[in-house]
């Protein structure tokens, strides 16, 4: 991989930034304890250096420089820190009196700490020191070698650099790790991505564990589902015009032909026109409610949404249907139930209504019961509408919501094989589904919807939830 590809990674930027923190949160780390631990030292010398000043200078300032001097040796004699510690008394004229060592610096600042080379016990040593006068002008030297804090200082700092070091490897390790990982779980997306590209809409995003990218791979496949859906909804909707609306086209075109080649009469060039008119308008119908079920699908007319009672809209339906049912033979009836309330679009959903009951009254045939209840079930509510006519075959059902397709014995009925697929658009724009299956005796029908919360008791929207809905179900061709 070049270097201006993995400049435009964002795996490889992620690493890099995690690497980077960690190796800032590495050293502010060591530098906290390698002062602390070299600080404390440091601290704890300075500490003894000038609390064993002090207590000479207080005990023995006003006192002979024998005494002074007898001291000292006892400090230097009594093996405590015999190894370390660092005395010397000189006189007022400079010359040495008492002590350890035989070579100190000739000037040096009273009262304040410094480091100074000296000659220790005949060797060369680092020495941290205190100066102090005495009221006699002798001058006393108190401090402590640092050859030992020297190696603790080393001892801490290659522990450190070797911690380090460690941490660094561990680190690279790590950040390759970590954009091995995320550029697998990528790749795997995007290879996904790329066999759809190629027309394999089959293929899905391989979901391992319950991370982040679990979950957004989920959220995809749902996604390709649903694309998939729609893409053979449209496969289907082009072969279905192909098949099905090249018949009628073709029988208004032979009509057409046929009365200008036999030169007929103007009143039958009428005729064929007006015939050619009502083909025309058949197939615009057609093509209005397949817009109908594109809008549905496409999530369109959602912001409509309002709390509605299935109830009051399954009455409604059966007040609009009770003429057409009674001159087709068909008794009409509506159970009722306590309010059942759902959010929807109240003209949409009248549609579906509407769709199913019309197919009951065709279907159910003279002299049938056509029941229509609206109804809790489980977390859901639905609407159903059931008839006790002869029924569907088994072997048919799961094919009844595709667009056009019509039992063989329908297709001598009007109707072009729409009206299922327009309630179960609608259904599914509703968060819902529609359940379709033989009652014995008869057919039943399920919209099923989600339920509205318990406290909408009303519409939110201006409209009243009497208000007689807009129903653009066609009664004689769905």
């Known amino acids: 991989m070049g270097l201006l590809s993995l400049n435009r990674s964002i795996a490889t930027r992620l690493a890099l930034g995690n690497g980077a923190l960690l190796v800032a949160l590495i050293l502010v780390t060591s530098g906290v304890f390698y002062f602390g631990t070299v600080g404390v030292l440091d601290r704890s010398i300075d500490g003894k250096i000038i609390s064993i000043s002090n207590r000479l200078v207080g005990t023995y300032s006003s006192r002979p420089l024998a005494a002074l001097t007898r001291e000292i040796n006892s400090e230097l004699s009594d093996g405590i820190d015999s190894d370390i510690e660092i005395f010397l008394l000189t006189a007022p004229d400079g010359r040495a009196l008492a ?56 001892l801490v700092w290659r522990a450190l650099q070797a911690a380090a070091a460690i941490s660094l490897v561990l680190v690279v390790i790590g950040a390759w790790f970590f954009r091995h990982q995320i550029e697998r779980r990528i790749g795997g997306i995007r290879l996904t ?125 059966v007040e609009l249907y009770d003429a057409a049912a009674e001159e087709s033979g068909v008794r009409l009836r509506v159970i009722e139930h306590a309010p059942v309330w759902t959010r929807g679009d109240r003209d949409l959903l009248a549609t579906a209504v509407a769709s199913l009951i019309d197919n009951a009254i065709k279907y159910g045939g003279a002299g049938a019961t ?20 002869p029924g569907v075959p088994e072997q048919e059902l799961h094919r009844l919501t595709e667009r056009f397709y019509r039992l063989d014995r329908a297709r001598q009925r009007p109707g072009n094989g729409l009206g299922l697929s327009i309630v179960s658009a609608i259904a599914t724009l509703h968060g819902g589904k529609l359940q379709l299956a033989n009652a014995r005796p008869g057919f039943r029908a399920v919209i099923l919807l989600p339920a509205a919360p318990g406290e909408a008791l009303a519409p939110r929207s201006g409209r009243s939830t009497g208000a007689q809905p807009t129903v653009t179900a066609d009664l004689t061709n769905l």
């Open 99 to 154: 002590g350890n060592l035989s070579r100190w610096p000739a000037t040096a600042p009273l009262g304040r700490l410094l480091n100074a080379e000296v000659i220790r016990a005949g060797r060369p040593s680092s020495a941290r020191l205190i100066v102090r006068r005495l009221a006699s002008g002798a001058t006393l030297y108190v401090g402590r070698d640092l050859s030992e804090q020297r190696s603790i200082r080393d």
């Open 193 to 317: 991505a790329h066999d759809i590209e190629r027309g394999h809409l089959d293929r899905r995003i391989p979901i391992s564990g319950d991370d982040e990218f679990a979950r957004l791979s989920i959220d995809i496949n749902r996604m390709l589902d649903r694309i998939e859906q729609l893409m053979d909804g449209v496969r289907h909707v082009s072969n279905a015009i192909a098949h099905d609306l090249r018949t009628p086209l073709g029988r208004i075109r032979a009509a057409l032909d046929e009365a200008l080649r036999r030169h007929c009469a103007p009143d039958e060039l009428a005729d064929a026109a007006r015939a050619a008119i009502e083909g025309i308008d058949d197939l615009i119908l057609v093509f209005n409610k397949l817009l109908q079920i594109a809008e549905a699908e496409s999530g369109m007319r959602t912001e409509s949404f309002e709390p509605l009672d299935l109830n009051r809209l399954a009455r409604d339906m």
């Open 370 to 389: 056509v029941e229509i209840a609206a109804r809790p079930q489980g977390e859901s509510v639905g609407v159903s509408v059931r008839d006790d006519g």
